[in-house]
């Protein structure tokens, strides 16, 4: 069973998983090997491939699924075609040449984080080929990628959303219908702002606490308990505390989510001075040689700010 609320926020319902449908997977990073493999697990029939073919063969291998010499290879016969990479140059290639080998009305489904105006030309020209197409970036770290109860949020077609449903609900908990194409990409910008913004005021609280002299346990017990308290808090102070930046989600990953909300931002003419503060933080901690590491390594700038460490 999952929770899905529809793109009002008014109601909710929850449905059994009730199809199974021919997926092609492209891309098995740290997230889509892991849904991927949700998906494998649920009885889907999935052919995948990767930009580095051995981590495929090793997928493949591992799974008993089909391994695809190219996307287009991958496409051919699948009802469904899933992208899970870096940016939206790489969704643009990919479902150009996905698209070659595709039947006319194959739905294409990206859950990168590639921000509304890409995902909007992604679909665009998706539609122009005659396919079908979800902006549907998700939310959740490689753990709950690993165990299936990622967020997901999807622009598009109320059709096409029950189509994917089964899919989602695959790899997913909380399945959003977002509205139309490109507001997934939008609800998922600005969660990740919001997120990075909460884990920069922990690793500053951590900070001052730490020259003051509080117990640091203390704080975070009280802080997490109160009004105060937060997932970053919770997620994040102990890996801060410790300065174990074992990547769950990359710095940089994190910093380019802000940039496109920034640029969202821009593109409506609201200000958002505390995105523009935490863009500048990440970038500080990139440069200082964090950017594969977990976005907790933020702290770097703000300690090197502060002319101190935890």
């Known amino acids: 069973m999952r929770s899905i609320t529809n793109d009002s926020g008014k109601k909710s ?10 997926v092609a997977f492209l891309g098995l990073g740290i997230m889509g090997s892991r849904m991927a493999a949700n998906l494998v697990a649920s009885g889907h029939e999935l052919t995948v491939w990767n930009r580095t073919q051995a981590t495929a063969e090793q997928f ?3 799974h008993a699924v089909a391994v695809a010499a190219s996307p287009r290879a991958a496409a051919t016969g699948a009802e ?8 939206g140059d790489q969704v643009a290639a990919l479902t150009e040449q996905a698209a070659a080998g595709a039947a006319p009305g194959t739905l294409f489904v990206d859950c990168s984080t590639i921000g509304p ?13 005659g396919m079908r197409f ?11 990628a ?18 994917a449903l089964p899919a989602f609900e695959a790899m997913g908990e909380l399945i959003v219908h977002a509205g139309v194409s490109g507001q997934g990409q939008v609800v998922k910008v600005i969660n990740n702002t919001l ?18 002299g509080a117990d640091l346990d203390a704080v975070e017990q009280v802080v997490g308990s109160g009004s105060g308290g937060s997932t970053m808090m919770s997620l994040k102070a102990g890996p801060m505390r410790a ?3 074992s990547t769950l989600f990359k710095l940089d990953h994190m910093l380019k989510d802000v940039r496109l909300c920034l640029t969202e931002a821009a593109a409506r003419q609201v200000p958002f001075p505390l995105a523009d503060a935490v863009e500048r933080i990440l970038a500080d901690s990139s440069a200082l040689g964090h950017g594969e590491d977990d976005f907790a390594a933020l702290l770097a700038a703000l300690e090197q700010d502060a002319g101190t460490a935890l």
């Open 60 to 62: 493949g291998a591992d």
């Open 243 to 245: 300065h174990d930046y």
């Open 80 to 87: 469904l075609v899933i992208t899970m990479v870096v940016d």
């Open 134 to 144: 979800l902006d549907a970036p998700v939310t959740g770290s490689s753990p709950r």
């Open 146 to 163: 690993q165990d299936g109860t990622l967020t997901f949020m999807v622009g598009g077609e109320a059709d096409d959303f029950a189509h």
């Open 13 to 22: 319902i929850t449905l059994d998983i009730v199809g199974r449908v021919k």
């Open 195 to 212: 997120a990075a913004i909460n884990a920069a005021a922990v690793g500053q609280a951590l900070l001052v606490a730490s020259q003051a």
């Open 117 to 129: 105006a890409a995902a909007v030309a992604v679909g665009a020209a998706l539609r122009e080929r």
